[in-house]
């Protein structure tokens, strides 16, 4: 039953990403305090610039990655690209681990603090959490689309 209802994970994980991208790449004070956050907890490990506007990590490089992911997961819902939906999915899951492991493990934290000073309440977070179970989803019901996983991995 929830195969048929796909769409509604598919929708879900392209809003949140597609959403998100007017914060990252018009480069928001919100934006900033994240990345700003998460750029000098990494240069406490010697890593410092790698979540700079010019990163490796950077909001730019994050935000085209939900771009491609969530206009993936949209295209997917054409009959004839359905066999990309577990891609995109894959790639949505690997995005939003990353944002899930900073939200936990660095001084950015569940709650991320708004520009005018009040905290989010775990928005965020909640809403990365809700993506990343939507694309798991996606991807154990595509499974057998992704030779790695699915039948086709059999030996």
């Not at 240069?43 to 990590?57: C, E, L, N, W, Y």
Request: hydrophobic fraction near 55%; aromatic fraction near 16%; charged fraction near 10%.
């Amino acid at each position: 039953m929830i195969r048929k209802y796909q769409f509604v994970f598919v929708i879900f994980i392209a809003f949140v990403f597609i959403q998100s991208l007017f914060f990252k790449f018009t480069n928001s004070p919100e934006t900033q305090y994240i990345f700003g956050t998460l750029d000098k907890w990494a240069a406490g490990f010697g890593f410092g610039g790698v979540f700079a506007a010019d990163g490796i990590f950077s909001q730019y490089v994050i935000g085209t990655f939900e771009l491609i992911a969530g206009i993936a997961l949209l295209a997917s819902l054409v009959p004839a690209l359905r066999a990309i939906r577990p891609w995109a999915a894959l790639l949505a899951l690997c995005v939003i681990s990353g944002a899930i492991f900073f939200h936990l493990f660095t001084p950015l934290g569940i709650s991320v603090v708004n520009t005018d000073g009040t905290r989010d309440g775990g928005e965020l977070f909640a809403l990365a959490c809700g993506v990343w179970v939507s694309a798991a989803v996606l991807i154990a019901l595509n499974r057998d689309r992704l030779p790695f996983i699915g039948r086709s991995a059999a030996v």
